[in-house]
């Protein structure tokens, strides 16, 4: 009876053992993934945050002529519109930072035709860097098989294709940028 009570003892150690080790190698890991940045086999474009200075969007998505681009500055942690006094959603424009400055994709395609995937009538954005440096995006068609969009990097003159939630983000119009208040909300 002794020798079974020491088996179970043992037993129960090494199972309590086991279980603490695995969840230190799962919060190991899950920290870890939480701390890298969105991943893909390539950068389909990246520059430092500190880098940023503002962002053009030149949407025609909408079909509305009088939809003028949409131009976010960003002044320290602040955003303002280039062209109007409108107060900026601050949490928006920051997930569409977050999501801009670093865009990773899984699929690069080269000598590509600017003409072909909805490049030639693109969603035009423009990441401005704080010593003037300009980066073209255009976001074109999506592609239905793998529910991507096509996006061409002019600095580098690749196409990558992208995910649907950066998409969303830079199908962007000044109001939908715009912070709601009670009063604009009735």
């Known amino acids: 009876m002794k020798k079974q009570k020491i088996q179970l003892i043992i037993l129960a150690v090494l199972l309590v053992a086991a279980a603490l080790t695995f969840y230190i190698v799962k ?3 899950d920290a870890a993934r939480a701390a890298q940045p969105l991943i ?5 474009f990246s520059i430092p945050s500190s880098d940023f200075k503002s962002v053009s969007i030149d949407n025609h998505m909408n079909d509305d002529p009088t939809v003028p681009e949409v131009v976010l500055v960003r002044d320290g942690k602040n955003w303002k519109f280039a062209d109007s006094d409108a107060e900026v959603d ?3 424009a920051n997930q569409l ?3 801009i400055i670093n865009i990773p994709s899984d699929h690069e395609l ?4 600017k003409d072909a995937y909805g490049l030639d009538d693109p969603i035009t954005v423009v990441v401005t860097e704080k010593d003037g440096t300009e980066h073209v995006l255009l976001f074109g068609d999506k ?3 793998v529910g991507e969009y096509y996006m061409r990097n002019e600095d580098t ?3 990558y294709l ?5 998409f969303a983000q830079v199908c962007v119009t000044e109001k939908s940028m715009t912070k709601q208040t009670e009063q604009t909300e009735q």
């Not at 893909?40 to 389909?44: H, L, P, S, V």
């Not at 080269?110 to 035709?113: A, G, N, R």
């Open 90 to 92: 601050t949490m928006r």
């Open 97 to 99: 930072l977050s999501l």
């Open 40 to 44: 893909g086999k390539y950068t389909a």
């Open 143 to 145: 592609n239905d098989y």
């Open 27 to 29: 919060s190991r890991n």
């Open 162 to 166: 992208v995910g649907e939630k950066l």
């Open 110 to 113: 080269t000598d590509v035709d």
């Open 157 to 159: 003159g690749k196409v």
